[in-house]
């Protein structure tokens, strides 16, 4: 049954008219244009979908849209500033810490996701908080290091 469901979208108002127990991830891709969410195991396993609602990491494929109602919704989109880089982004680029780049955007924010509650972790809780994305190209390191210098660009900011 569609119902009209109102959230912020990388600072934006939007209000859409669908049925809420649709994911997230398919009214971003498919409704709202917004392609920078990738489609990985529709099972929340590989951590492609992953968006920020309120500043938490949520896998967009399992995340039904209804429980943005109201919310704050962060996609890779809307990461960057005045056409500046996150330093999370400006991190990966500089580290080569990235190789297809599909699973790109839901490290990055979950990266983003990580640091909001951790601003100086230790390489171990890094790898810990990253545990659940998963790269097939294996730029599993590069990835890491790029988290840890952002974490120390960034100084505890956002």
Known sequence: MAETISFTLNDKAVSIKTDG????????????????????CGQAHCGACTV????????SCVYPVRNVRGRKV?????????GDMHPLQKAFVAHDALQCGFCT???ILTAYALLREN??????????????????????????????????????GN
């Not at 890094?126 to 974490?151: E, F, P, V, Y």
């Open 52 to 59: 920020l609602v309120d500043d938490k990491a949520v896998r």
């Open 105 to 107: 955007p839901g490290m």
């Open 119 to 156: 601003p100086r972790p230790t390489r171990d809780e890094i790898i810990a908080g990253m545990d659940g994305n998963l790269c097939r190209c294996g730029a599993h390191t590069r990835i890491i290091d790029a988290i840890a210098s952002a974490a120390t660009e960034m100084k505890g």
């Open 74 to 82: 962060r996609t890779i989109e809307g990461l960057s500033r005045n």
């Open 21 to 40: 127990q649709r994911p997230l991830l398919w009214v971003l891709r498919t409704d709202l244009g917004l392609t920078g969410t990738k489609f990985g």
